[in-house]
């Protein structure tokens, strides 16, 4: 190194005393060589420092993620509030003279006492399916009898779709009755067809939201057991064979397809939720990749932000609508976005595109009034040209889904618009149910006139509607949304339920929206437990029974916890 300098820089030793070997006198090799071990020394404090810093904000990170991983846990748990034994309270009584805190405490107990009602119709319903149907799909309720959606394949749909209802609503003793039948007889093995979006959104949703809730893992079993029969249909090799989008029927024994009357949009577009929280359950990224795969296909087939109820086997085309065909797609769009922690902007771009177009184009207003409905429309390359005025009560989930997604705009405009227009749907969707001798909705309309006219006219114990008034309700805090809820509530008491008097009873679609007397057809659809109760429970009880910063609810309302 002395060599180097006295080469660089002659003149600096020059005039010093040269020794036979070259070398400067030993002390100022020393003192060079003390000058290189402080240089170094504090180079390895400097590199000590930020290693130490690079500690602390690892545990500060690893302190945060276990904080938020405990505040998941406490709203896991946090689900139910009331007792089974606050159900049966009485409201407490008062002579004193009305005040503001009175009316307040008034309001909280008759709030509570609906909740309680809506519990006492789920018993009442859980204990007939318990007592005539108990591991088949559906009752029917009119002769009490079992059904089965297809005899060689018993799916359990009643009772897994109520999992999580009785669970929430504090029915622990039938919620443990039900997992303990699930594990002993639920074996999932079919030998023919399955519909897979109907067993996706309710038998997987249905049992991947009790384990959720529950933390039980003989559930969380099951639920892997449907997903890996049914994950195979989409599958790069099958979606390849059938122009990238899944048919509407799949085979797990023969690993075939059938589109049935599809492909459709919804069909394709609302199974992504439940395949994303299996991955995350199981740490099996497999059932995401695969489930998601579909969405290169929905990215290039959208115009003006939406896109068509049908795949003709090259592409989405046809009429756009938020009804049967298409309507949960748009809602997985937000609720995507919701599910992975607000972390992929593709999906909100997606939404916020489906749903400006939902209200710049589909939407309608009813003369002067402050109500408005939604149409189908034709996508065509120079616009959306609407011309049908056909109503179906599916669509009243549109409310909904606008205000829960009005809440994550950054635009504070386009945030107040679609709450507006959340609120003048909402309207036209409860005087659906208002303005019928039954006070239930039918199930079409048409606005051809101006007016509503009947298409068809049974209410099939839809859930739509109160789905609405429950976000609504968390969204805006007016009383209006829950005394809506209640009336809808109380005429499903009066008129399907199939016998007043009997304690345990179940509740059967009315033919005719019309008349005072409708008359039963005896069909009780799984969702009336799985979603209508759910959300008219929810509509009256209070935010902590289920935190919406905490959970996500598919399009069957099976609640998933929001990724950290």
């Not at 020794?19 to 180079?43: E, K, N, S």
């Not at 748990?77 to 805190?101: C, G, R, W």
């Not at 299996?278 to 290039?300: E, H, P």
């Not at 209200?359 to 996508?379: E, F, P, R």
């Amino acid at each position: 190194f002395l060599y180097f300098i006295e080469a660089r820089q002659p003149n600096m030793l020059k005039n010093r005393p040269r020794r036979a070997c070259g070398q400067i006198p030993i002390f100022q090799t020393l003192i060079f060589f003390g000058f290189v071990v402080q240089v170094l020394m504090l180079l390895h404090d400097r590199q000590q420092e930020r290693a130490d810093a690079a500690q602390v904000i690892a545990e500060q990170k690893e302190e945060i993620r276990k904080l938020k991983v405990q505040a998941l846990r406490m709203a896991e748990q946090a689900v139910l509030k009331p007792t089974d034994k606050e159900h049966d309270k009485e409201p407490e009584k008062t002579n004193s003279p009305p005040s503001p805190t009175v009316r307040e405490t008034q309001t909280q107990h008759a709030t509570k006492d609906r909740a309680a009602a809506v519990v006492k119709t789920l018993r009442s319903v859980w204990g007939a399916y318990k007592k005539y149907a108990m591991g088949a799909d559906e009752l029917e309720p009119v002769h009490n009898k079992p059904v089965y959606w297809d005899n060689t394949n018993k799916q359990m749909v009643t009772l897994v779709d109520s999992l999580d209802t009785l669970y929430i609503s504090g029915c622990r003793q039938e919620f443990r009755e039900a997992v303990d039948h699930l594990v002993e007889h639920f074996d999932f093995n079919p030998p023919g067809n399955v519909a897979l979006f109907e067993t996706t959104i309710r038998v997987l949703g249905g049992l991947l939201s009790a384990y959720a809730l529950s933390g039980d893992a003989r559930i969380l079993s099951k639920a892997v057991q449907v997903g890996n029969s049914m994950i195979p249909a989409y599958s790069k090799e099958v979606l390849s064979k059938q122009g990238g989008v899944p048919h509407q029927y799949w085979n797990p024994k023969t690993h075939k397809s059938n589109k049935g009357f599809g492909p459709l949009l919804a069909e394709s577009g609302s199974v992504q939720l439940e395949y994303r929280y299996l991955s995350r359950a199981t740490g099996n990224m497999k059932y995401d990749t695969d489930a998601m795969r579909v969405f290169d296909i929905f990215r290039r087939d959208t115009k003006h932000g939406l896109l068509g109820n049908t795949f003709d086997g090259s592409r989405f085309s046809g009429t756009a609508s938020t009804g049967s065909y298409s309507d949960s797609y748009y809602e997985y769009l937000l609720k995507l976005h919701l599910l992975t922690g607000q972390n992929e902007d593709m999906f909100k771009d997606m939404y916020v595109q489906a749903s400006e177009a939902i209200i710049n184009h589909l939407t309608k207003k009813v003369g002067d009034s402050t109500q408005s409905y939604v149409v189908s429309a034709v996508l065509t390359n120079r616009g959306v040209s609407t011309s049908d005025t056909t109503f179906e009560h599916l669509s009243c989930f549109v409310p909904g889904m606008l205000a829960l997604g009005s809440q994550y705009l950054n635009d504070s405009d386009m945030a107040k618009k679609h709450l507006q227009a959340a609120e003048s749907i909402a309207e036209f969707c409860v005087h659906l149910y208002l303005d019928t001798a039954t006070g239930l909705s039918p199930d079409v309309v048409s606005m051809s006139s101006g007016r509503k006219s009947y298409m068809r006219t049974n209410y099939g114990l839809r859930p739509e509607t109160i789905e609405s008034l429950f976000y609504l309700w968390r969204v805006t805090r007016k009383e209006v949304y829950r005394e809506w809820g209640w009336k809808i509530y109380q005429s499903i008491e009066k008129h399907c339920k199939v016998c007043p008097s009997c304690e345990v009873s179940g509740y059967s679609e009315i033919a005719e929206v019309g008349t005072t007397k409708p008359r039963h057809t005896g069909h009780m659809d799984t969702f009336f437990t799985g979603e209508t109760l759910k959300y008219l429970y929810l509509l009256f009880t209070d935010d902590s029974a289920l935190d919406l910063d905490c959970w996500v609810l598919n399009t069957e309302a099976h609640p998933f916890p929001k990724f950290m």
